[in-house]
C-alpha cells in the first residue's frame, strides 16, 4: 500500500522556521519526482515547490522563492520542506506529492499537515 504521511506542521510566529517531513511507504521515491502544495481555507490548492527525480532540478512558486527548500532522503524515503521567514500568508495545510517523471500529473498525495504562522 502506497502511503506519503506529512509531519512537522504546527504553529509559528511570523519570522520563524518549521520543517515539513513526508515518509513514503510502499514506494521509492528515488525514482520519483516530488514536490509540495498547500491550501488554505476557502482556496485552491497551489503550488510550492517540485523537485527533479534525481534531485538535481528544482522549481518554487514566485511567494516562497528564497525562503523555502525542497529536498529529499532516498535512503530514508523522505521528502523535506525547509520553511524559512514564515509570513502569515504561508498558513495552510501543507500536502506532499510524488509521481512518475513520464507523466504531467502527480500520482501520490498525502493527507497533509496543517502549517499556522502568526503574525
Known amino acids: 500500500q502506497v502511503q506519503l504521511v506529512e509531519s512537522g506542521g504546527g504553529l509559528v510566529q511570523a519570522g520563524g522556521s518549521l520543517r515539513l517531513s513526508c515518509a513514503a511507504s510502499g514506494l521509492m521515491i528515488r525514482n520519483l519526482r516530488t514536490g509540495w502544495f498547500r491550501q488554505a481555507p476557502g482556496r485552491e490548492r497551489q503550488f510550492v515547490a517540485a523537485?527533479?527525480?534525481?534531485?538535481?532540478?528544482?522549481n518554487y512558486a514566485d511567494s516562497v522563492k528564497g525562503r523555502f527548500t525542497i529536498s529529499k532522503d532516498n535512503a530514508e524515503n523522505t521528502v523535506y520542506l525547509q520553511m524559512n521567514s514564515l509570513k502569515p500568508e504561508d498558513t495552510a495545510v501543507y500536502y506532499c506529492?510524488?509521481?512518475?517523471?513520464?507523466?504531467?500529473?502527480?500520482?501520490?498525495w498525502g493527507q497533509g499537515t496543517q502549517v499556522t504562522v502568526s503574525s
Open positions: 523537485l527533479t527525480w534525481n534531485g538535481v532540478g528544482t
Open positions: 506529492t510524488a509521481g512518475y517523471a513520464a507523466q504531467s500529473e502527480y500520482k501520490y
